[in-house]
């Protein structure tokens, strides 16, 4: 099946998805790569509510411009460095849509099952294109302390995709077959 969705999802949409549909999304992310994850963790009120967002794990490159930032390429980062906090980021934040490449591993799977949520999979290598998908730059947190990739952007995206749902809510896995 191919879906064309606007952010946020609510879990009767998320366990409508199987592994091998895919996804184009409207709405906002957030990108969150190992060091964003924890920070996020280990911040006691975070300035933005990512459970009304997908998130992306990505490190993009970004020009300052005298109107704010250019997304110059955004393309998906290796998903399984962030095994080791996903299961307490789903419970936490209850993000609904993961976007990544390469898979994530069991204990993202349960917790997928538990909260409700699917990992899809964004081309490796296709950053320019990716970029090419989000509207605006709403706005960006820990920039300075953490620097460009690993800092969180919010992107406003149309039509984001393809999205190639791996990784389902009932347990299913591209990976696994």
Request: hydrophobic residues 40%; neutral net charge; glycine residues 10%.
């Amino acid at each position: 099946m191919e879906y064309h969705l606007a952010l946020p999802l609510k879990d009767d949409v998320i366990k409508k998805f199987k592994v091998g549909d895919i996804i184009f999304l409207s709405g906002t992310i957030f990108t969150a790569r190992d060091e964003a994850h924890h920070t996020m963790l280990h911040t006691e009120k975070i300035p933005f509510d990512p459970s009304n967002m997908g998130l992306y794990h990505c490190g993009p490159l970004m020009k300052k411009t005298n109107k704010g930032w250019d997304v110059i390429s955004a393309g998906p980062t290796t998903s399984s460095r962030m095994e080791i906090f996903e299961e307490e980021f789903l419970k936490r934040f209850n993000v609904k849509i993961i976007i990544g490449k390469g898979g994530m591993g069991e204990r993202t799977q349960k917790a997928l099952e538990k909260y409700i949520c699917v990992y899809t999979s964004y081309t490796g290598g296709a950053g320019a294109l990716a970029a090419d998908k989000i509207m605006n730059v709403k706005d960006v947190y820990w920039y300075d302390k953490l620097g460009m990739p690993e800092a969180v952007w919010i992107f406003e995206v149309k039509e984001y995709g393809p999205l190639v749902v791996a990784m389902d809510a009932h347990g299913n896995s591209i990976y696994k077959k």
